[in-house]
């Protein structure tokens, strides 16, 4: 949501075309385009309060996993990693020129944490296939 309402009071074409811009411009050393409106949309503090209430609901998620046993530490400071790189990705979004690699760094790491929820420790296989299921 942020990064579509700082993308429309930029004057890019698309929102493709905003990133490979603040991309580029953060590849070749230069200041981003100064183009757009410099206001804060209500979209940023609607999505604002959307992530803070995401990160609420996984502290006490975790806090509730914490108290059934010890088997959940690591891989709970893990995914707190992920949330803490994609909640610092949300504030970072249009705050400085090259904001586009910590956004894709963020979304590649989050893609990956979907796909090996363990990235890559072995000990999650191992906790998994202890279980049945009936």
Not at 45 to 73: E, K, N, P, W
Not at 95 to 111: C, E, H, M, P, Y
Request: positive net charge; hydrophobic residues 50%.
């Amino acid at each position: 949501m942020k990064a579509q309402s700082s993308y429309l009071t930029s004057n890019a074409k698309d929102i493709l075309d905003w990133l490979i811009g603040d991309l580029s411009s953060a590849l070749a050393g230069r200041d981003g385009a100064c183009n757009g409106f410099h206001y804060r949309m209500p979209t940023h503090y609607s999505s604002l309060l959307v992530a803070l209430s995401t990160i609420v609901v996984f502290v006490y998620g975790s806090i509730c996993l914490r108290a059934i046993g010890t088997r959940f530490h690591v891989p709970l400071w893990k995914m707190a990693a992920v949330v803490t790189l994609l909640f610092a990705t949300y504030l970072l979004v249009d705050a400085f020129v090259g904001f586009s690699i910590v956004l894709g760094i963020g979304v590649f790491v989050a893609l990956f944490s979907l796909v090996d929820p363990g990235l890559g420790s072995r000990r999650s296989n191992e906790i998994g296939s202890r279980q049945i299921v009936s």
